[in-house]
């Protein structure tokens, strides 16, 4: 039987602009991504602040995908926003504006029935919140984290000690060079590692995936998509599936990672073909089963 | 029983500098790296000129590799030289000069012995000597082209008439953009296509390859190494083992082209180990099935 997940992370309001078109205010946030992606797999309970323009409607989402919401706080004043650009390379996103507005004074106070949590995914928030989240609960089995180049370079003395306490960083090939400090991606890798996390996954956009762990490396390329609309929450889509798939299987041997990871690449590929979380709530699960097949004729060969 | 390759390009003296390293005068070129990476798999002939300052010691490594130099025409004057740098991301080399030399009034004329060729590679040089060499070949049984950014701009008329006869195109990722018009890589990829080659191969660098042929995606990772000294011929390197394969295994169905690409991905991992040709020449058949077999480590996953 499948165990919960929690999540804590940022819930948002992101306004959009792609090559390809843009939105406003809309839904968005890590602990949204990612919790609507991992509940195709799994329980999941979220731990986020909004503010009091956050609706009934906007609930809705959570509900539909029977998301547990009791931790999710709300708060006097305006839920926290972005505001992001993408060039047609659709790699990076060029922030524009961030307004913290709620988040600014968030501390997390887990439900007590969240405290027994298994599975933890500490979306990309400050570290201290961060351990914050993880001095109350009880007995994880498993914690991956998320976390950024501001952090790296502005908390890194509370990022290292939250990175202690972690099993899996999930992070993008520039953070895990910059963190590593080495230009070289597997030397870099290997100082990450060093730093705590047993399980290294870095993402690298259109590219794909590399995990590192103690004694393999996998690889897995990004789906290859003719519409790529917008790229917002990729990686927390990515990582909703995977920490889905691991909280499904319950089992942490090599061949369930390598396979959370392919089901973490075919939920952000269904992210991005569309604006917001359009691409992702509508989703069933054959369609993810049908990708996942996809997935192994993109890579498979046969020595002779 | 494996058929021979013909192969047409530079034989160069490349002067590299990169952040671990630098090398003068050193042997490289398209059709060098080409043909000693193949030479692992396959008999090759070379079509190429050098000047008068290409010793028998430079030819040396080519005869140590049972590599046919009957098409390698030696004109007075001085070989072709390319010098170039690569920062820390060696992604992309930044040329610093080119001097054609004796290639400037190279026409190709090929020994009566190579025109049964079957399995011909055209090396990234100006594609009216690319077509030259294909009037000359009776019956190929299989055409591989590289181009580059300078043909696609300069020559896109010849270069058009060229792949409208060849099978395979092998480029990298920002060619296939700019000569497919896209920057979505899958429309790009379909566009080039359909100006003829049946196969495109898309090299990505440190990320690795995409093959889009009619029915089929297949990705394939570059090796992680933990040090790459010098790029130089990787993908040259790559496009030997590919051709190689294919000429040794004398089929051309999908699992046998996914596993060329998979022997041009050891061959380039091999070349960037080490300045010039140090990493490929002293290779072992064992060492390449020993890769072979890391390759399958690092891409394998199991559904449930």
Chains 1, 2 share one sequence.
Not at 9 to 24: I, L, M, Q, R, Y
Not at 45 to 56: K, L, M, N, T, Y
Not at 153 to 159: N, P, Y
Not at 199 to 218: A, C
Request: proline share 3%; hydrophobic share 40%; aromatic share 10%.
């Amino acid at each position: 039987m499948s165990s919960s997940i929690l999540v804590v992370g940022s819930v948002a309001f992101d306004s959009v602009k792609t090559p390809f078109g843009e939105a406003e205010d809309v839904l968005g946030g890590s602990a949204t991504y990612f919790s609507v992606s991992a509940s195709f797999f799994s329980k999941v309970r979220v731990v986020a602040v909004v503010g009091s323009d956050f609706s009934d409607d906007h609930a809705s989402i959570f509900k539909r995908h029977n998301i547990d919401t009791s931790g999710l706080v709300r708060a006097d004043g305006r839920t926290f926003r972005w505001k992001g650009e993408y060039g047609f390379d659709l790699n990076e996103a060029h922030t524009l504006d961030t307004q913290l507005n709620v988040f600014e004074t968030f501390r997390p106070d887990l439900p007590e029935d969240y405290r027994d949590a298994e599975y933890v995914f500490l979306g990309n928030i400050d570290p201290q919140l961060q351990a914050e989240v993880l001095d109350q609960v009880r007995q994880p089995r498993v914690v991956a984290c998320d976390t950024m180049n501001f952090w790296i370079s502005g908390k890194l003395e509370a990022l290292k000690k939250t990175l202690g306490r972690v099993d899996i960083l999930v992070i993008n090939d520039g953070e895990t060079r910059m963190l590593g400090g080495e230009a070289n991606l597997v030397q870099a890798a290997n100082n990450v590692r060093a730093m705590g996390p047993r399980v290294l996954i870095v993402k690298r956009g259109e590219y794909g995936v590399l995990m590192f762990n103690e004694d393999s490396v996998f690889a897995a390329p990004a789906f290859p998509l003719e519409e790529v609309f917008d790229p917002t929450g990729a990686g927390d889509s990515f990582a909703g599936g995977f920490m889905g798939h691991l909280a499904a299987s319950d089992s942490l041997d090599d061949s369930t990672f390598r396979r959370a990871i392919v089901y973490g690449s075919v939920m952000a590929s269904f992210d991005v073909e569309e604006f917001s979380l359009k691409g992702l709530s509508k989703l069933t699960k054959t369609e993810i089963e049908g990708r996942f097949g996809q997935f192994q004729k993109l890579t498979h060969f046969d020595a002779l």
